[in-house]
């Protein structure tokens, strides 16, 4: 096993021509070989061994032309046949020869070495054996001369010399070609007629599988052109791509065929399916999969594949050692039920809970076992069995740690065992708010990356909108957080709000004012909007904000809007002055717009932005803010026209500026002085990391509607409630007798006797049908 091991290391840090032969003799000649592998084998593997390092010798030198270039490619030449230039080009080989070596005088020292054939009651080597035989034939031979009768040849014998002597050539080729083929024949007759003890290594078989199942799943980007997420960047994305589909599929369909030789116990079959598997697996990982991800199989970047080859290597091994014990005369349960304890009945209760693994399981082994039962019969054998195999593991647990009667239950048990389910159930309940409650603590900041701002009156062409970008949302410093903390200090409303946050969930964001584009609104558009100002009909300013922010690596960026800001214009001067403003008689001039610019906004992880209220006191008799200024300021706004060169027309912008003065700026805590951007504070819920993402893109009331109650209904109907039902299939206190008849189902389905099995099963429905007989089996015996 040793040297098998080392000779597939030496494939995995190799990955060429010249030492693919070393597994591939392994896995198809070496451990297929009954009792053991031959001498011949043994003399190969050195002889190869010793080639290989010639080889790789003769290679390293200067005048080679390939040793002076840098073969970037993972499927150059010398990659791919093993013969470039190296530091420890035979390290790997070397170790081979000695572990073969050390080999093979292990097995001189225990006479093992030269094949032995029976010759009466002993052995003795075939070449002595030949010899011994070639003396007897010798001698018969000879004394059967001495009897015979000496006569002239015939006429008729000279006339068939010549076609005789064609006829013994004919017959030396094909004596020459049995000579040559005995060997190969003497193999198979070896793998096939083996008298062995039989074995049963399928479930290690099955279990390497398993793994790289998972190893494909969340390695793909090793196997192919995926990002290095695996799994779960998929279906995150709600995108598979079809070669990642195709080799889990294969994979799965590997096992579904590996199963059904099992069931069937057909050797041939495990055999064609052995040589396939090994000859695809070589081919794929040491050909197809660095022409495919351009990177070769020894880089360590390359660990998945690598490691799926190496678990599929030690199933090879399993497959071969499998083929020369030969598959168990009966296959009557799985592999958890071989034992009765707490340990195998966890086990195979984990085993029920895997989705569609029990039901597939059952259906091939209906499909690949001969029996007369239908699928419906054989449905409810397995579930019957299933319940009695976990019945007789809580019996004997029962047996192996009694309870003494009329002794009140311990204390400790009670707290332990009742305390440990209180408190499960409490973490599942509290889970949710627990979970979104921590966000901002454990969660990544997520500052957006761009803010847009609009400003229209009513229904009309905006007449102000421009945008701010990455380099003018600037996240404050820890200084400038400090000297926000001591602004609202005396404020207990806005300290709740700011422990929530940090300095780097808080950015400043500075909009310019003056407007991005130009104000394109229709002749015919201005001058009803001049009408509607000068009437008594009901207008609005809105502002509204847009910000844009990506929220998770996984997704496209999601925009996220404010309700929009409405302010009536009720003022008749102000109204006045805009409609002038617009005809041109008042270019100067700016207007105010009362309270209507945001200050402090909260940009929540989904909808809409909130403005933040904490930061303005209300009164609550008058529902009137007391300081305002914390809350919203007011917008100066001012129409400016103009001649462009390449423009014939004349054309039209608005100007937005803040309304405040020396005494009264902004943000005098962050240091600002001036006036000249419209500036807005924000603060950002933090984002979950990617590995919560499945879990917290439902929300509070995603959880509850799903997890919790899913977990409230499991718990209740498989351990509180319901229990009653099933008191009579449950309770039993001797199972044995019903246990051993479903074995005794499997045994005469095993051997063939299909009437009998009919008989067990019907006698086992009866037992199940009436409450008097189950009470009667599972009695304790006298």
Known sequence: MICYVVMVAN???SASILSLPLPLMSFLWGTLSVPRPTETFWI????????????????????????????????SPPNIIGIEKTDYYAKYDLAVLFVVFFHTIILKSLGLWKDRISIGNGSLPKDDSKMYISKEEKEVSGSNRNNMNVSVQSNDDKIGKTSG???SKQKSYFDGMCHYLEPFKEFFNNLFSTQQLTVDVYVYMFFCDFINFFIIAFGYWAF?????EGLTSYFQENNVPTSFLIMLLTQFGLIIIDRALYLRKCILGKLIFQIFTVFIVHLWMFFILPAVTFRQFTTKEFNPPMLWYFVKCIYLLLSAFQLRSGYPTRILTNCFCKHYNYINVILFKGYLLIPFLYDIRTMMDWMWTDTSLNLTNWLKLEDIYSNTFILKCWRRAEDDYPVPRGIKYASTKKYGIGGSLVMLIIFIIWFPLLLFALRNTVGDPNIPYECTLELAISEYEPIFKVSARREALKILTETEWDNTLYTFQKEPSAMTFLTNYHAKDTALISLSGNSASFWTISSPSQDALIKELKS????????????????NKYSDSEKIVTNEYEIPLINKTARNLIASVLKGEENKTSIVIDKIFPKYLRVLVKGNVIPVKEFAKFDPTENISLNEKLYSRSLLISLKSGNFNNLTSRTQWWEVQEYCNKSNFPFSFLRVDDCKYLRILIFNDRVFPSKFYLISRYGIIGLYTTFVMLVSHMIRS??????????????MPYVDRILKLCLDIYLVRESGEFSLEEDLFAELLFLYRSPESIVKWTKYPD
């Open 11 to 13: 494939q995995m840090a």
């Open 44 to 75: 190969t593997i050195i002889t190869y061994t010793e080639v290989i390092i010639i080889v790789k010798y003769i290679f390293q030198f200067n005048f080679i032309s390939w040793n002076n270039q840098n073969f970037s490619s993972a499927i």
């Open 165 to 167: 002597h064609k006829l």
């Open 224 to 228: 192919g052109a995926g990002t290095d």
């Open 536 to 551: 008594d009909n009901v207008l609005k300013m809105k502002l509204s904000l847009a910000f844009f922010r990506t929220v």
């Open 718 to 731: 498989n351990f509180v409630a319901g229990s009653s039902y099933f008191i009579m299939f449950q309770d």
